[in-house]
């Protein structure tokens, strides 16, 4: 496709349910990233892939949240019996080859609900 | 760890107006300094880029400064109009693809 596409836009859950967010990137682009946005706050870096390998996980903020790739495509963020705190808008980024100046293009975002 | 400080958090400015947002950076080795302009519902698009052996960049009414120095990056957009209000994300780039973002500036234009 043209841009980085997420889905769902928008999920509402109930507190302890599991849920996955799926993101596809900019064909080609072997570096993706997911990031959490809180309500008016900046992007906190969770977890960055390079094909389907996440050399970085260290954002990730508990053992509910994990993430992976297959193909060097997809990913697909899961939440665990999930919080309230966990309500955000998650958006995912992906850029050609995850270098130093390399440009990453944001999908999106989809707005997680948790009630 | 790194750090990037981003003033204002608000701004408004009469249309017409000139804008200015400032970011300041902890990591000396970072090389990379792009901005990201976010409206309402949907995720950052990227508006401008400077990279660190460069001072100033300019793409009609934006521009970007680098003072590599001091630590500091600017945006400038001159002669705003209504459709430059959004929430604006500073980042700079340390190691190898790691951004770290500013808090934000949310931008209003006022007709």
């Known amino acids: 496709g043209a841009g980085v596409s997420q889905s769902p836009s928008n999920k509402v859950t109930e507190k302890g349910k599991d849920v996955e967010l799926r993101c596809d990137p900019i064909s080609g682009h072997t570096a993706l990233y997911w990031y959490r946005q809180s309500l008016g706050q900046g992007l906190e870096f969770l977890i960055y892939f390079q094909g389907n390998s996440a050399p970085d996980k260290s954002g990730l903020p508990s053992d509910r949240f994990s993430a992976e790739r297959t193909g060097g495509s997809v990913s697909t963020l899961t939440i665990q019996r999930t919080q309230q705190e966990d309500s955000a808008v998650y958006l995912c980024?992906?850029?050609?080859?995850?270098?130093?100046?390399?440009?990453?293009?944001f999908g999106p975002g989809t707005r997680l609900t948790v009630l | 760890g790194e750090n990037v400080e981003q003033h204002p958090s608000t701004l408004s400015v009469q249309e017409g107006d000139s804008a200015v947002i400032k970011c300041t950076y902890s990591d000396s080795a970072s090389n990379y300094f792009p901005w990201y302009k976010q409206e309402l519902g949907k995720g950052p698009q990227l508006i401008i880029d400077?990279?660190?052996?460069?001072g100033e960049k300019k793409d009609q009414r934006i521009a970007v400064t680098l003072n590599k120095t001091a630590k500091h990056f600017s945006l400038h957009i001159t002669e705003t109009q209504p459709e430059d209000s959004a929430v604006y994300f500073c980042a700079a780039v340390s190691g190898t693809y790691k951004y770290i973002f500013g808090t934000g500036t949310r931008l209003k234009v006022l007709a």
């Open positions: 980024a992906s850029s050609l080859a995850g270098g130093r100046t390399d440009t990453q293009y």
């Open positions: 400077i990279r660190s052996n460069v």
